[in-house]
């Protein structure tokens, strides 16, 4: 299983970044994918979560209204649009993916990409 995070990088406040996850070795339209960040010293964060078959989104409410989660079932790819950054927003951004019922429970994490606001 592989969750391979892309699209971070150095923005200015203000700015905007869009971060992809793509997906291999599961079944992914049967996961709940979600971003979570972890800024230094800091805990990681749940940043948004989308259901498996997209009809539920949610956001941490330090971000709602500026970033969005969506995905692309048919290519096994989740991504974050975020707009109007903000320093606080620095962080490793990491996908995560979870399936839990009563039957599984099996969840996997990407690797991180740095997201950095700064002028």
């Known amino acids: 299983v592989q969750l391979v995070e892309s699209g971070g990088g150095l923005v200015r406040p203000g700015g905007s970044l869009r971060l992809s996850c793509a997906a291999s070795?599961?079944?992914?339209?049967?996961?709940?994918m979600s971003w979570y960040r972890q800024a230094p010293g800091k805990e990681r964060e749940l940043v948004a979560t989308?259901?498996?078959?997209?009809?539920?989104?949610k956001y941490v409410d330090s971000v709602k209204g500026r970033f969005t989660i969506s995905r692309d079932n048919a290519k096994n790819t989740v991504y974050l649009q975020m707009n109007s950054l903000k320093p606080e927003d620095t962080a490793v951004y990491y996908c995560?993916?979870?399936?839990?019922?009563?039957?599984?429970?099996?969840?996997?994490w990407g690797q991180g990409t740095q997201v950095t606001v700064s002028s």
């Open positions: 995560y993916a979870l399936i839990d019922n009563d039957y599984v429970r099996f969840d996997y």
């Open positions: 070795g599961i079944t992914f339209v049967r996961y709940d």
């Open positions: 989308i259901t498996s078959a997209g009809g539920t989104t």
